[in-house]
Nanobody, 122 residues
């Protein structure tokens, strides 16, 4: 089970940190990803990380602004979002895949959270 938290309303230029708490199974062999979906748009890959080594992978649209990290002791993955833009507005979901780092398509992920809303005002 994956449960996201930390979404909310923020002005452009601000920051938010999302959390994804994992439970119910061993995710140590998974890569964890964040996706987002804005109204009327397809689900979009944001970032991913491996539990074991903490290797990361980012979409070009968020490189330099977003940072994905994990706390193995807490079974939690984070997405630190800085310099937020109105186009970052979306429902953000975390997901887990056994297929390794670098997977960017939703169908490549096996377990999904319910999502958390992020709204950035201009």
């Amino acid at each position: 089970q994956l449960v996201e938290s930390g979404g909310g309303l923020m002005q452009a230029g601000g920051s938010l940190r999302l959390s994804c708490a994992a439970s119910g199974r061993t995710f140590s062999n998974y890569a964890m990803g964040w996706f987002r979906q804005a109204p009327g748009k397809e689900r979009e890959f944001v970032a991913a990380i491996t539990w074991s080594r903490g290797n990361t992978y980012y979409a070009d649209s968020v490189k330099g602004r977003f940072t994905i990290s994990r706390d193995n002791a807490k079974n939690t993955v984070y997405l630190q979002m800085n310099s937020l833009k109105p186009e970052d507005t979306a429902v953000y979901c975390c997901a887990a895949t056994v297929r390794g780092l670098g997977r960017t398509r939703p169908y490549e992920y096996d377990v999904w959270g319910q999502g958390t809303q992020v709204t950035v005002s201009s």
